[in-house]
């Protein structure tokens, strides 16, 4: 209908354009349909998620080997 982009997306999410923003009640919507999808991830992991980065050869190999030493791995503990 505006024949502009109001959001752009990437692999870190969505987020809204210089059009976007100029609409105050778009952004409004934007950010509690934000604060749904974090309620509904909080849920759907118990709250029981942890997020760990690094370089690729450490995401590869390292990190999940210390993980895995440091844990019995009898908590329904899933690494990816």
Not at 9 to 24: I, K
Not at 40 to 46: H, Q, R, W
Request: net charge positive; aromatic share 4%; with cysteine.
């Amino acid at each position: 209908m505006l024949s502009v982009r109001l959001f752009d997306r990437d692999r870190h999410g969505v987020e809204p354009t210089a059009y976007g923003r100029a609409l105050p009640a778009g952004l409004a919507a934007f950010e509690e349909l934000r604060q749904g999808v974090r309620a509904i991830e909080s849920l759907a992991t118990n709250g029981r998620e942890l997020r760990i980065g690094g370089p690729d050869p450490m995401i590869a190999g390292v990190i999940p080997a210390i993980i895995n030493r440091l844990s019995d791995n009898t908590h329904g503990l899933c690494f990816r």
